[in-house]
């Protein structure tokens, strides 16, 4: 049983989303779901292919999707696509930091560069998205902001320190932003996917975290895609600061 496209409430009619790492995985799944539930919706990615041709998929549902091109480490870009979101809606109310690299490495062999890689991508990415949008935000509607984490955020993992790292950072900031911003009204989050079934574990050895996973699968993106339309909704109305943990019981153990 997982999540099903059927019954989908349609709690974002008229709000403006936008996602980072929108052209596959897990960022097209929220996509799908945030505008199946009525939003306004930018992907926004460096896969400039797949991300006009997952845009045009859900425009021939009769999604309201646009892709824009982004690379979340660049301070241009960044407000390049804030002037083209601004002219088209004057605000943004729904920001989903998801854009996320992996690099697997032990710290005795981790270079410089890769280390830097990692974390300018997974968390000075969403750092900047935050800066920067942070003027749109504070004209939007019901304005909430989702970052993506991990469960190698909360944990550590052999092998993976720059991404747990930048994934532990994504909460030590999303805990900030969410102090910082509750005065004007934008809650801040943070999702904590464990494995999910994406072009990103795609070519990993062996099946991931399945074996630590209680449920012993891994999820299905629209499972992590339902989590997401949660927090941004007004269903989480006072839910701001925290981590919702979407994993099939991994942190459980
Ligand atoms: N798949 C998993 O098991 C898993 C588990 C926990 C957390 N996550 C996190 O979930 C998020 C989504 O990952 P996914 O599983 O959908 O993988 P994915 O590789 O399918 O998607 C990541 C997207 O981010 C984009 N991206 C990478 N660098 C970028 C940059 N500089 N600027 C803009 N976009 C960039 C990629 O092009 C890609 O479209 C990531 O932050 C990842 O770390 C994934």
Not at 139 to 157: D, E, L, M
């Amino acid at each position: 049983m997982t999540v099903t496209t059927e019954n989908i409430p349609h709690r974002l009619a008229g709000r403006v989303a936008l996602i980072t790492g929108g052209s596959r995985g897990q960022g097209a799944a929220h996509a799908l779901r945030l505008a199946t539930e009525g939003a306004t919706v930018y992907i926004a990615d460096i896969l400039d292919d797949d991300g006009h041709r997952t845009a045009g998929e859900l425009q021939a549902k009769g999604l309201d999707v646009t892709y824009a091109h982004l690379d979340v480490t660049s301070t241009n870009d960044w407000e390049d696509l804030r002037n083209k979101i601004s002219a088209a809606h004057q605000r943004l109310d729904i920001l989903v930091n998801n854009a996320g690299i992996v690099h697997v490495t032990p710290i005795a062999e981790e270079t410089l560069q890769a280390w830097n890689t990692v974390l300018s991508v997974n968390l000075t990415g969403a750092f900047l998205g935050l800066h920067t949008m942070i003027p749109l935000l504070r004209k939007g509607n019901r304005p909430a902001v989702v970052n993506t984490s991990s469960i190698f955020g909360p944990s550590g993992a052999v092998g993976y320190a720059a991404y747990a790292a930048s994934k532990a950072g994504m909460l030590g900031l999303t805990r900030t932003a969410a102090l910082e911003f509750a005065d004007d009204g934008i809650r801040v989050n943070a999702l904590v996917p464990g494995g999910v079934s994406t072009p990103l574990n795609a070519h990993e050895p062996g099946t991931g975290v399945v074996p630590e996973t209680p449920m012993g699968r891994r999820a299905d993106p629209a499972e992590l895609a339902a989590a997401v339309a949660y927090l941004v909704s007004d269903d989480a109305a006072f839910v701001t600061g925290t981590e919702l943990v979407v994993d099939g019981g991994f942190r459980a153990r």
